[in-house]
């Protein structure tokens, strides 16, 4: 079977009754992962959200930068008085969770929980935005998330750490 062209990854939304559900296409990744971060922040600031609902039966897989963009998401949710869930996850994916510690701190399902979205496709989020600082920035703080839910994680990702501080140093000059 062929793997889907990474270039397909993509970010739909809807808001219904209160609830914003995303679905991810293809992989949750570092590319998509400044635009999820972003969009939830402002949607969430505007507009009166009680739960995310994050639907992961077309992703294909998930990278580290990823995982920890969605468990900083749901700490600020959380103190926000809103909820992130995650659905339809593949055993692949939530065995991605687990290893970095992700599964204890946002609430999953293998199923849809009863979220319906009736079908409807929902806006495709512009994933190509991002500037490389805002890549870099993102992959940072979402593997300093992962060292704050799992200290088994600090070093597993200790260097890529060192390498993303480095590169938005560079970045920032």
Avoid: W
């Avoid at 580290?64 to 692949?92: D, H, P, Y």
């Avoid at 204890?104 to 500037?131: D, F, N, P």
């Avoid at 805002?134 to 593997?143: F, I, M, N, V, Y």
């Amino acid at each position: 079977m062929l793997e889907p062209d990474q270039s397909a990854d993509d970010l739909q939304a809807a808001i219904i009754d209160e609830k914003l559900f995303i679905r991810v296409i293809g992989r949750g990744s570092f590319k998509v992962s400044a635009t999820l971060k972003q969009f939830i922040a402002d949607i969430s600031d505007k507009q009166p959200i009680s739960l995310v609902v994050i639907d992961l039966a077309e992703c294909i897989g998930m990278d580290s930068t990823f995982m920890g963009v969605l468990a900083g998401l749901s700490g600020r949710l959380k103190q926000k008085g809103q909820s992130l869930e995650l659905i339809n996850l593949s055993e692949k994916n939530k065995n991605l969770l687990a290893t970095l510690g992700i599964d204890r701190v946002i609430t999953h399902y293998s199923h849809s929980h009863g979220h319906q979205i009736s079908g409807q496709k929902g806006q495709s989020l512009q994933t190509g935005e991002a500037t490389k600082k805002d890549l870099a920035e993102t992959a940072l703080q979402a593997h300093e998330n992962l060292v704050h839910i799992c200290e088994e994680n600090r070093q597993r990702f200790k260097r890529v750490i060192e390498y993303l501080k480095a590169d938005v140093d560079r970045l920032n000059l």
